[in-house]
């Protein structure tokens, strides 16, 4: 591979005017929409040059459904404040209600609520370049195709700030249940008197949260679709380059099967990813298999190879993570093991809860979130040629060491 390796600094300045003419030309790439499907197949026209195998999947979406839960949660609340000081029974059941939406549709990220939203179509690209031999192991490299509608809260107020507001709209449920329940039994006969004494301090001590619930009214700008050059324009570049370049160099490993999974949908709650995992979970356990996420691709000084995901509730393969920290530092490239931030999620999660050995790769401090991340700012003049080079090096280096593992 080491042919191809050094083609790295070619391979991400080409990358960087791919991403640009990408910008300028396919169009808006939301969920489910006409630029999402011409982007896949501009990338699936590549992979046919370089690969032995290549498949186009269709399945259903639901594009709002993931962000849908924003508005639910903040009238919910809204509602079982007001309630509290008439009805502690009313509002109880609005907050269980609030808190179950938080939770499964935006923390774990389930297709709860899909069947209530408008149905689209999205589409998931798998290809394979095959070994010389039979294989004996294959990596998948994976990244998506779509971009998100402008996450307005980040751009107003900053990453921090928005795990602020999203910690404070969970502490302040919790918070109402609480004084719910505890005026329920003090008051009794389910609570249905007006509150007062003890129980209406409590009440105006939760009107503090209130301005976190009424945000969330103004979580999403619907207008606005960002270009998403480095989430995740950079990470497809970085994956589809790695296949391209072996073909062009002549280059095909002796017993490892490279493949690329270029997902829609990931902006929408992984639901590309999902639809994969539900078709091709169990397909590939013929030989070990790994899942290399690469998303956002930006800042060459903090690489990181990210452990846990989803709230620290989804752990990576450790065998993968250590296996890509190795090759990081064989190759020279700055990086570390880290947890994605507090809500952050990425493909490789969902690969993970099926069982699968997958992992991810960032390109930006996962304990923060940028101010470009799902916003405007998030464009081709503001990506990183030097932080894919490196990406590529580092998963060039991979399917070097695991085709090494196999003799």
Excluded at 197 to 225: E, Q, T
């Amino acid at each position: 591979m080491k042919i191809v390796i050094d083609q790295k600094r070619e391979v991400a300045r080409r990358s960087v005017e791919n991403i640009r003419n990408i910008a300028e030309t396919m169009g808006e790439r939301n969920t489910g929409s006409a630029g999402e499907k011409r982007t896949a197949d501009f990338y699936t026209s590549r992979l046919e040059n370089a690969c032995d195998f290549v498949k186009t999947e269709s399945f259903d979406v639901y594009p709002d459904a993931y962000t849908g839960w924003t508005y639910i949660v903040g009238t919910l609340s809204i509602l079982a404040l007001v309630s509290y000081f008439f009805s502690a029974m009313v509002s109880v059941l609005l907050v269980a209600i609030a808190l179950t939406v938080f939770i499964v549709q935006f923390v774990l990220g389930k297709r709860f609520l899909d069947p209530l939203y408008k149905k689209g179509k999205s589409q998931n690209v798998t290809a394979i370049r095959k070994s010389l031999n039979a294989p004996k192991c294959r990596v998948f490299f994976v990244s998506s195709v779509d971009a998100t509608k402008e996450w307005s809260l980040i751009r107003r107020l900053g990453g921090t700030m928005l795990t602020v507001v999203l910690c404070a709209v969970f502490v302040g449920l919790v918070y109402l249940l609480a004084i719910d329940v505890a005026r329920w039994i003090i008051v009794g006969g389910l609570g249905a008197e007006i509150a007062s004494g003890d129980m209406l301090v409590a009440g105006y001590v939760a009107i503090v949260f209130a301005p976190c619930w009424l945000s969330l009214f103004f979580f999403v700008n619907h207008r606005k679709v960002i270009e998403g050059a480095n989430e995740n324009l950079s990470g497809c570049e970085t994956a589809v380059a790695i296949v391209e370049e072996m073909s062009v160099q002549n280059v095909t490993a002796n017993d490892v099967e490279v493949g690329v999974i270029l997902t829609g949908s990931e902006q929408s709650g992984l639901r590309g990813a999902k639809s994969w995992c539900d078709i091709h979970a169990k397909d590939f356990a013929d030989v070990p298999t790994y899942f290399v996420h690469l998303g956002v691709l930006k800042e060459p000084k903090c690489i990181c190879i990210n452990d846990k995901e989803r709230c620290g509730l989804i752990k990576a393969d450790e065998s993968l993570v250590n296996m890509l920290v190795d090759c990081a530092n064989s190759a020279n490239v700055k990086c570390k093991k880290s947890t994605l931030g507090l809500f952050g999620t990425t493909d490789a999660s969902v690969f993970s809860e099926y069982g699968l050995k997958s992992a991810s790769v960032t390109g930006f401090d996962g304990q923060k979130c940028p101010e470009y991340l799902h916003t405007r700012y998030d464009t081709a003049d503001n990506t990183s040629e030097f932080c894919i080079a490196n990406a590529f090096e580092m998963c060039c280096a991979l399917v070097e060491k695991l085709d090494e593992k196999q003799n």
